[in-house]
């Protein structure tokens, strides 16, 4: 039996065998006997439940690897015993007469029949097994004569049979017989016992063999029949019925594009004999070997020292299983022997694209008809194919395209580690053994051709073509990936940038107008200090000067009496006092030049009445144009060019009228003066001597403001000072802070 019977313990069904069962040792009722063919009926495998059974034991295995197993089997059937399980749970209570029971003795075995859903292989977990006869009362059930169909069909599971077959296979495992027998085209597993009375082994091979034991079956965890196995208790189950027909290598001999074909005359059931060139080999004993475009598959049942190249003769079994099972439509030959018969070179492989070879099978299979040249299944080709994507599972195994098909190369572990790393999109060439898994036949067709596998002899037999180049999808994926985050990374960052550029923008233009406010009020100072140096040079320095000259003439009058001229101190004393008036009217204007609240115009004629004080012209002010807001830095700077232009008129032009006009108009504003006076030629006078400044600074101070001021003058028509200033400057002036005339701070 299979390890997967010793899974499972079902603790709860045998809580509940015990709860109800009674025990006739502790005076309760006995249970009733139940045949083993109804336990086996799939009608009564309902829920667990606790059974009692009478029969002869076929089979006891204590210990063997672990495991401890028993059979029973009455006049109507089998059933599987499984000690280990009911020991596992802690429920087993028969192990004093577990040591001594032996196969053929009668005993009652009380426990819980399995629930496993097992219709072909029901079992009991036992509670105790007793004894019913001496030890010396040892009988086994008679064997009953089976076939293959009837194993494979799990209907004589647990129970004694016979069965005939020829021996395909002989092995010693675990001190034990493994025999592979051949029986009605199926193989059979046959345990038996290993001591001095089995027949001899190299008579076994090949011979018919007829055995008698327990049928047992192996199925997976999911309860699917895999292989029915013989357990044969006694060396003695074991007959040889007739020995082989011939010695290994006397056996008849195929060529090797014959086998798996009917041939008359010829008993597959028994060894063939073949020979051919050895196109691949592994250590663990298979190889290929190669005709034309066919290809046969040898499975020694020893490890064969072949290499490629090697001529050998080969005999074995014909494996006609293959093709059952899905695996290959390649002849294949188990449990070979083989013997080097020669040397040559290896089997040139065939150039040969899959596609073309799906296509000859294809082909063969429509037509019903042989392949031409052969089906190249087992045969070593030569092939250019791509590499597509590699899995990291998948160790050994590299995903091929060649054209419209897909297969695979499977590495040995020997070729591994001596091939370069592959990846995908690289392109090869590679030489391998076709093997192709067949499809499972639909409505009765024949299996198809399937997925295709090359199977690699060595590193050399793959050559690297071309690599890929670097730029793959999966590689630009992440480079764009990547370039899109450091895309939004700078976009982030330019948008920090920018806020703060414009942060450090406004920081920047608040100090450059904050330099330029100090730039205009440093040269409307040194400029007021250039006009006051002027005015007062014209006016007080010289009235001064004179007061100088008159004191002198008192002096040289008080030394000299005779020379005395009674007018020189009253003459300096006048002096004085126009010095007085003229200091007096400088402070007066300094003064006044800030409006005070006053609009332009208004300021205009409180200047033109201050100066018209003592003077014989008269001063007209005028207003053209609509009246606006005009800064004090602008109205200020074009009161005092208006003074300055209606002191030049009272002191040089002798004008008995001048006209002082507030101009505005659409793109600026200023001052316009006009005297009727004599005037001067401007292209020759116009030029002032060194220490005066009246026009000059009447330049300079528009220039500060940029605006412009014009001198025209004609001797007959008198003289007119035009100053304006850009309305675009006046409207900026408005923003910056107010400054007096004088250049200080309002």
């Not at 009674?22 to 309760?28: F, L, N, T």
């Not at 060894?271 to 196109?279: C, D």
Request: glycine share 8%; charged share 25%.
């Amino acid at each position: 039996m299979v390890a997967s019977r010793r899974k499972g313990v079902w603790l709860a069904a045998l809580a509940i065998a015990l709860a109800v069962g009674a025990r006739a040792d502790d005076g309760g009722p006995t249970a009733r006997i139940s045949p083993i063919a109804t336990l086996r009926a799939p009608a009564s495998r309902v829920g667990p439940k606790n059974v009692v059974v009478r029969g002869r034991l076929t089979w006891v295995a204590r210990g063997r690897s672990g495991n401890e197993y028993a059979a029973v089997q009455d006049d109507t059937a089998g059933i599987w015993l499984d000690v280990q399980r009911a020991k596992d749970s802690g429920t087993w209570q028969g192990e004093d007469a577990w040591r001594t029971v032996e196969p053929g003795m009668l005993v009652e075995v009380e426990g819980v029949r399995d629930r496993d859903d097992q219709t072909f292989a029901p079992q009991i977990v036992p509670l105790a097994i007793k004894p019913l006869a001496p030890p010396t009362d040892v009988e086994l059930p008679a064997a009953l004569p089976t076939t293959a169909d009837r194993l494979f069909s799990g209907l004589d599971d647990s129970q004694r049979i016979t069965i005939e077959g020829v021996v395909q296979g002989l092995a010693e495992q675990r001190g034990r017989w493994l025999i592979t027998l051949e029986a009605g085209g199926r193989r059979i597993r046959i345990r038996a016992p290993k001591d001095a009375d089995s027949p001899t082994p190299s008579l076994m091979v090949d011979a018919t063999l007829q055995v008698t034991g327990v049928a047992t079956t192996s199925y997976t965890t999911r309860g699917q029949f895999v292989l029915p196995t013989i357990m044969v208790p006694r060396s003695c189950d074991m007959r040889v019925v007739s020995p082989a027909p011939t010695a290994a290598f006397d056996a008849p001999e195929i060529p090797l594009e014959r086998l798996g074909r009917l041939i008359p005359g010829v008993d597959v059931r028994h060894r063939i004999r073949t020979r051919g060139t050895v196109s691949y080999a592994s250590e663990t004993g298979l190889f290929y070997l190669q005709s034309r475009a066919l290809g046969v598959r040898v499975e020694a049942s020893e490890t064969a020292d072949v290499r490629p190249g090697d001529m050998v003769e080969v005999s074995g079994f014909l494996d006609r299983e293959r093709v059952l099972a899905g695996l290959s439509q390649a002849a294949g030959i188990v449990n070979a022997v083989v013997k080097v018969v020669g040397r040559s070179s290896r089997p040139t492989a065939t150039v040969i694209q899959p596609d073309r070879i799906v296509e000859i099978n294809r082909a063969a299979q429509r037509n019903g008809r042989l392949a031409e040249p052969g089906d190249y299944d087992g045969c070593l080709i030569e092939c250019r194919a791509r590499v597509g994507d590699l899995r990291a599972d998948a160790d050994g195994i590299i995903p091929l395209i060649a054209g419209s098909t897909a297969l695979t190369a499977t590495l040995s572990e020997d070729v591994r580690s001596d091939v370069a790393a592959l990846e995908p999109g690289c392109e090869l060439v590679v030489r391998g053994i076709v093997q192709f898994e067949l499809e499972p036949p639909v409505a009765g067709t024949l299996p198809r051709l399937g997925r295709m596998t090359l199977l690699v002899p060595s590193a050399a037999d793959i050559t690297v073509v071309s690599r890929p180049s670097w730029w793959t999808p999966r590689r630009l994926l992440a480079v764009l990936g990547m370039l899109a985050v450091a895309f939004a990374v700078a976009l982030g960052w330019v948008g920090l940038l920018r806020r703060e550029v414009a942060v450090q923008s406004r920081r920047l233009a608040a100090e450059i107008t904050e330099r330029q406010r100090a730039e205009i009020e440093f040269e409307a100072a040194l400029e007021e200090r250039s006009r006051l140096a002027a005015n007062l040079h014209d006016t007080v320095l010289q009235t001064v000067t004179g007061i100088g000259y008159q004191l002198k003439s008192v002096q040289q009058a008080a030394e000299q009496p005779l020379a005395a001229d009674p007018e020189s101190l009253a003459t300096a004393q006048r002096m004085v006092e126009h010095a007085v008036h003229q200091l007096r009217g400088k402070v007066w204007s300094m003064r006044m030049m800030p409006r005070e609240g006053q609009t332009f115009p208004a300021a205009l004629e409180a200047l033109a009445a201050r100066l018209q004080v003592g003077q014989a012209p008269r001063i007209v002010v005028h207003v053209a144009g609509v009246e606006r807001e005009m800064p004090d830095i602008v109205s200020g700077n074009l009161l005092l060019l208006a003074e300055e232009a209606i002191h030049n008129a009272l002191k040089h032009a002798r004008a008995t009228t001048i006209d002082a006009m507030a101009l505005y108009d659409d793109d600026s504003v200023g001052v316009v003066i006009h005297d009727d006076g004599a005037g001067f030629h401007v292209a020759t006078e116009g030029t002032e001597p060194p220490g005066h400044f009246g026009l000059a600074g009447m330049r300079e101070r528009m220039r500060r403001l940029r605006g412009r001021v014009t001198v025209e003058s004609s001797r007959s028509e008198g003289t007119t000072v035009t100053a304006t200033v850009p309305a675009e400057r006046s409207r900026a002036a408005l923003s910056a802070r107010p400054v007096s005339p004088d250049g200080l701070d309002a």
